[in-house]
């Protein structure tokens, strides 16, 4: 499938050079106005809080016939009662429930209010009609009334509200207390995967000021192969055909970003030129990470449960995956002091290995992995720090997420070795921003630096011939303007 890339890429277009010498200002960038955040007219802000009114106004409905549902059902019962019959009880309670209330609603609004009930008993009440919308990436709640969500790289807050902070509560515990966990004053944080795999992290009062933080990053099942990538131009077909390379003749690969910038997905994706008869070991703090190949090992880190006991650390797990005989290591996220073992195990022999890491440029992940072997309280001088890290990683592929909500490929550094105390790296493929419309679109396209591969040499042992256009056809600037 990914052969295509191997034997003969598609010849690189890029656009005419004349065209893309614009550079734009950082007060442009500022000026383009995110959309939705346009003034709103008196009739738009009357019918808003219209439609507020009745949302509310079906809340209570809804919080008072889940009282009377807590009441008659028998709650042991509802993880192993047929969907079928759980929705006729609900339906029968709460038509008996409104007619006592003596509201009257639309058929529409029955509907709805049938749905939501299923949804508080059966599920995560409010938000469970986000987890089931597949366009939804992010949901993050800020208290009770604020719940945003991410669709398309962008930014939305929703209708959903939450009855009030005990209702917020509710659902919390219902996540944390399904996995073993608890979350309250004396210990307000927590961590935890939903049953769908989706990544949870709640954060409640006194240390959340305005009422409980959720944030949930939703797992997608079918993960974004390169195909898609390109397709949604996170990078284009000469940058995978190297990125193929690299990871084919097994360069230990740090793929570097912000938060949310597309790391996993990235990671992910370049697992996919991983051969198919290699042994692969993959360590993460939450497994997200979905392997096409037949002979993976997964491994997922835990948190100290209550009595602070039973903690096992990605380091742990690290050391352990060395004595797994694994070809290859992948670590989800470096971010403590694992790092050391992981530069170890791609200095000793598990070369091929990948991680990603939270920097913003390629240099800025070298100086994080600095940071955390420091912090990890090895005393280390700082050029044999660095020399490690120059010797242990070949390759930095930088994601970011755009101010407009794209996500791409900004840059693919490759690690020379070092001069002097500095770690020494060359650019080979960046992203470059061309102009922002007025939508505050960002326009750019992928180019090759024009600096020839260091590892050309061993890509061809390798039988990975790139064709030397690769890294030159239509470079845009000159060499000298990157020294
Ligand atoms: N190029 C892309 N185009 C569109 N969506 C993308 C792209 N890359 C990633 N995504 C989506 O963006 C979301 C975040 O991606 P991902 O989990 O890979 O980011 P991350 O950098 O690992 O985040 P975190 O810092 O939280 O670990 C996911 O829902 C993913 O499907
Ligand atoms: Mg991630």
């Given at each position: 499938m990914f052969g295509r890339y191997k034997s003969k890429p598609d010849p690189i277009t890029l656009e005419?050079?004349?065209?893309?010498e614009l550079t734009l200002e950082p007060e442009v960038i500022h000026k383009a106005r995110p959309k939705g955040l346009d003034e709103k007219t008196p009739e738009q802000l009357e019918a808003e809080a219209k439609e507020l009114k009745r949302q509310e106004r079906l809340m209570n409905i809804r919080m008072d016939i889940h009282k009377r549902l807590l009441e008659t059902l028998n709650l042991s019962a509802i993880d192993t009662a047929a969907e079928a019959d759980l929705r006729r009880e609900i339906g029968a309670i709460t038509r008996e429930g409104v007619h006592e209330m003596g509201v009257v609603l639309s058929a529409v609004e029955q509907k709805q209010l049938l749905q939501d009930l299923m949804d508080e008993v059966t599920g995560l009440g409010p938000i469970e009609v986000l987890l089931r919308d597949e366009t939804v990436n992010d949901i993050l709640i800020n208290g009770p009334f604020q719940v945003f969500v991410e669709r398309f790289g962008k930014l939305e807050l929703t209708k959903i509200r939450f009855k009030d902070e005990r209702h917020l509560l509710r659902i919390i515990d219902k996540i944390v207390s399904a996995v073993g966990r608890r979350v309250d004053e004396s210990h307000p944080y927590v961590d935890a995967r939903l049953e769908d795999g989706s990544r949870f992290n709640a954060m409640v009062p006194p240390c959340a000021v305005d009422g409980a933080l959720v944030s949930i990053r939703k797992f997608s099942k079918e993960k974004l192969s390169i195909e898609e990538l390109i397709e949604f131009g996170a990078f284009n077909e000469a940058m995978a055909t190297y990125l193929q390379a690299a990871v084919a003749t097994r360069l230990n690969i740090v793929v570097s970003g912000g938060t949310g910038s597309g790391k996993t997905t990235t990671l992910n994706a370049l697992s996919g030129?991983?051969?198919?008869r290699e042994r692969i070991v993959t360590i993460e703090d939450t497994a997200e990470l979905q392997l096409q190949q037949i002979h993976v090992g997964r491994m997922e880190s835990r948190p100290p449960n209550v009595e602070g006991k039973g903690e096992v650390s990605q380091r742990d797990l690290l050391r352990n995956a060395l004595r797994m005989r694994p070809d290859r290591i992948i670590v989800g996220e470096t971010r403590g002091d694992e790092v050391i073992d992981m530069l170890q195990a791609m200095n000793t022999g598990h070369d091929g290995s990948m991680t990603t890491i939270h920097a913003n440029s390629a240099r800025d992940s070298v100086a994080r992995m600095e940071n955390m072997i420091s912090m990890s309280g090895i005393e280390m001088p700082l050029k044999a720090m660095r020399g490690q890290i120059a010797s242990a990683v070949n390759l930095i592929v930088q994601v970011s997420r755009l101010t407009d909500g794209s996500r791409r490929m900004v840059s693919i550094t490759e690690i020379t070795g070092m001069e002097g105390e500095i770690v020494s790296m060359q650019e080979i493929f960046k992203f470059q921003r061309d102009y922002i419309d007025d939508e505050g679109k960002i326009h750019g396209h992928f180019t090759p630096t024009g600096l020839r591969s260091a590892f050309a040499e061993r890509f061809k042992q390798w039988g990975y011939e790139l064709p030397m256009t690769l890294f030159?056809?239509?470079?845009?600037?000159?060499t000298a303007d990157e020294a």
């Open positions: 005419d050079p004349a065209k893309v030129f991983i051969g198919a030159t056809e239509k470079t845009v600037y000159s």
